[in-house]
């Protein structure tokens, strides 16, 4: 063997044969985003099927742990669903018509209000008058004759009307909601023997109840607190209205409390409400701004430090994720889209606590110098056993 056979390199291919390049990761990309794609359109056109039965499956998680504390206490599954379901249902309606009562009052008052609010304002108008009038003279310059310009006559149908128009769609959808959240209640029992029947090994049924059952706490914890809060930001709220003299504080309460289950919009249009019916029912512009000011001051207070360290302890999520994801859910399921956004978000951070292949996601949705979970709770750990266990024998028995 001479020199120059030693020194050449090994051949890595067949002669004759073509190198083939490394396969590369863009088509795989492709392929996921043309699936995201597709399936934000189809959540869209889906809406109206999709929204009921998501925020029944989000119900049911949430009031899960009560049923099973009940269940403890002698009472059946069905009795705890009938609970459920009567307690939310009129809560929901009892709410939903005192709201809207005085908001059909307030819009058919809409041109007198709208006088009122100005003749108050009026003082307030003189620095602007300039721009006003400036503003006024480009208007005069840039318009059209009268024959020029077509004329269009707006006709408002009425706050009623559209009222009457929605409020089929709104009722069936709740009437929906309540009827799947009665049966899943009655039935989630079912699903874990589910789980654990189609699992392959017994570490694989173990985790998977695990994750349900920590996604169920989490949520009955979040869901629980932010309710309290809620409660508790609503009785200030209708405290210092009625300090201040404004009509039906009780209303301005409870329209705190539903709001606020609205991150960030909800506070906004609390505020902006409260600020115009102060201008039309106190008598002057600062007793007004005093009343939205201070519905100001006490969801500033709540958002910034209640929350925040109550429902810090149970999950600490990135502020600017949660912002968009607000946005998103809004732009896809409107309010309701808004309210379930954030229980959705905590969904999936609990999956990327459990799952290795979602800990990319779960660095992304925690907040700063927020670590994941790498251990679970040793009292999720024996309840997701027994419910294994007691699954295995159901089905041994069968």
């Known amino acids: 063997m001479n020199e120059s056979e030693e020194r050449s390199p090994p051949l890595t291919t067949p002669p004759g044969s073509v190198p083939q390049a490394p396969a590369s990761s863009a088509p795989r990309w492709a392929i996921i985003g043309i699936f995201l794609l597709l399936l934000t359109g189809a959540i869209a056109v889906a809406r109206d099927f999709l929204l009921p039965v998501v925020l029944a499956m989000m119900l049911t998680l949430v009031f899960t742990p009560l049923r099973r504390w009940l269940n403890r206490l002698g009472v059946p599954s069905w009795l705890c669903a009938v609970l459920v379901v009567v307690g939310l249902g009129g809560g929901v309606i009892g709410g939903v018509t005192a709201l809207s009562q005085q908001a059909a009052d307030w819009i058919s008052r809409g041109p007198q209000i709208g006088f009122q609010i100005e003749r108050k304002l009026r003082d307030f108008r003189l620095p602007i008058e300039k721009v006003l009038d400036a503003i006024h003279q480009v208007d005069e310059l840039t318009e059209v004759s009268d024959e020029q310009t077509p004329k269009v006559e707006l006709r408002n149908s009425g706050f009623s009307d559209q009222i009457t128009e929605v409020l089929p769609e709104i009722g069936t959808q709740l009437i929906f909601v309540l009827v799947l959240l009665f049966l899943l209640i009655v039935s989630s029992d079912m699903f874990y ?9 017994f570490t694989d049924k173990r985790r998977a109840v695990r994750i349900a059952l920590d996604i169920e706490r989490t949520l009955s914890r979040y869901f629980s607190t932010i309710s309290l809060i809620n409660a508790l930001l609503g009785v200030g709220v209708g405290l210092v209205m009625w300090a201040l003299g404004m009509p039906t504080p009780v209303l301005f309460g409870l329209m705190a409390f539903i709001f606020n289950f609205i991150p960030y919009v909800g506070s906004i249009f609390g505020i902006i409400i409260t600020t115009v019916i102060a201008l039309v029912s106190l008598p002057t512009p600062f007793h007004a701004f005093a009343a939205g000011g201070s519905y100001l001051l006490l969801t500033s207070i709540e958002g910034q430090f ?45 999956l990327s606590d459990h799952i290795d292949a979602l800990r990319p996601v779960g660095e992304f949705l925690s907040g700063q110098g927020t670590e994941p979970e790498t251990e679970p709770e040793p009292e999720l750990v024996d309840e997701a056993d027994e419910i294994v266990q007691e699954s295995e024998a159901e089905i041994q028995r069968d």
């Open 193 to 201: 023997e589910k789980l654990v029947h189609v699992m392959p090994t």
């Open 306 to 350: 209640v929350t925040p360290y109550f429902v810090g302890r149970v999950l600490q999520m990135n502020t600017v994720i949660v912002f968009v994801a607000i946005a998103f859910w809004a732009w896809l399921w409107s309010v309701v889209g808004m309210i379930i956004a954030v229980p959705m978000l905590v969904v999936v951070r609990v």
